[in-house]
Nanobody, 128 residues
Framework: QVQLVESGGGSVQAGGSLRLSCAAS????????MGWFRQAPGKEREFVSA????????LYADSVKGRFTISRDNAKNTVYLQMNSLKPEDTAVYYC?????????????????????WGQGTQVTVSS
C-alpha cells in the first residue's frame, strides 16, 4: 500500500510560481509512475503531468507545457511539480497519483483510471 501526501499549494497572483510536493510512503515508490492531475470547480479531473519511474521521461498537458516541470527524487520518495507563470485558469485542486500501470507507449499515463494511489489534494488559487 502506498500513501501520498501533497503539500505546497496556496494563493498567488498571476505570473507567480508555486512548487507542489508529493511525499509517498512505501518502498515501491521508485518503481511507480507518478502523475499530477487537477480539478477545478464544476469541471472534470484533468491530466497535468506525469513522470516515469526513473525520471527519464515526462508528459505534459498542452495547457501547461513550458510553464510546469515535473521531477522526482526517489531517494526521498517525493515527486514535485514546479509551476511557473501561473494563470487564473490554473486554479484547481491538484492531486498526486501513482502506480505501476500507467503506460507511456499506450499513453495511459495521461488517464486518471491508470493510477492506483491518490493523495488528498492541495488547493492552488491564482488571482488576476
Amino acid at each position: 500500500q502506498v500513501q501520498l501526501v501533497e503539500s505546497g499549494g496556496g494563493s498567488v497572483q498571476a505570473g507567480g510560481s508555486l512548487r507542489l510536493s508529493c511525499a509517498a510512503s512505501g518502498r515501491t515508490f521508485s518503481r511507480y509512475a507518478m502523475g499530477w492531475f487537477r480539478q477545478a470547480p464544476g469541471k472534470e479531473r484533468e491530466f497535468v503531468s506525469a513522470i516515469i519511474w526513473s525520471g527519464a521521461s515526462t508528459l505534459y498537458a498542452d495547457s501547461v507545457k513550458g510553464r510546469f516541470t515535473i521531477s522526482r527524487d526517489n531517494a526521498k520518495n517525493t515527486v514535485y511539480l514546479q509551476m511557473n507563470s501561473l494563470k487564473p485558469e490554473d486554479t484547481a485542486v491538484y492531486y498526486c497519483a501513482g502506480g505501476p500501470r500507467p503506460s507511456w507507449v499506450l499513453l495511459t499515463a495521461t488517464k486518471a483510471t491508470a493510477y492506483d494511489y491518490w493523495g488528498q489534494g492541495t488547493q492552488v488559487t491564482v488571482s488576476s
